[in-house]
């Protein structure tokens, strides 16, 4: 197994306009945990007595590359949990890749050591499972996406895009 997804303890900003990104503006702030995912730093989990620890697994629309750390669902997703009720402390740290289809995130759930702090998980899946069914054209999609997920460059771009075949 592996154990980062991205380097740990980074903080990247992108700044966008509509040009680049229609309708996302402004400073985009990316950070990754001590776990190398995206989101708050571990340690916000140390010294409550009661935590539960969400992952979320899924491609772009769950990374929310372009967004800020503040902004995307995952982190909305810890704010909401927690202000709705104060048994638990909800912590969310966010698995996802761009690109990411159900093989990619079973080889995660296999490759992976932060899964093993989780004490659920959260996928957000369809959107890439659908752009390789049209790459592929209809045909047979697992074995070709599961040999393309055991790759060591596990977090690198599909090769077929489904718009080319749209």
């Known amino acids: 197994s592996t154990r980062y997804l991205r380097p740990p303890n980074v903080r990247s900003s992108a700044t ?19 776990w190398g995912l995206r989101g708050p730093s571990v340690e916000l989990r140390s010294g409550k007595s009661n935590v539960s620890t969400i992952l979320t697994i899924g491609g772009s629309t769950t990374l929310g590359e372009f967004l800020d750390d503040s902004e995307e669902w995952p982190h909305l997703f810890m704010q909401a949990l927690n202000r709705r009720q104060d048994k638990t402390f909800v912590y969310v740290a966010n698995a996802a890749a761009n690109g990411h289809n159900t093989a990619d995130h079973l080889e995660l759930l296999k490759r992976f050591t932060f899964i093993e702090h989780a004490d659920v998980l959260v996928f957000l899946t369809g959107v890439n499972d659908f752009a390789s069914t049209m790459a592929f054209e209809g045909g047979s999609t697992h074995a070709r996406l599961a040999a393309r997920a055991s790759l060591a460059s596990f977090t690198q771009p599909p090769q077929y895009p489904f718009y080319t075949r749209s």
């Open 16 to 34: 966008l306009d509509d040009a680049v990104a229609p309708g996302i503006r402004g400073v985009a702030n990316l950070t990754t945990n001590e």
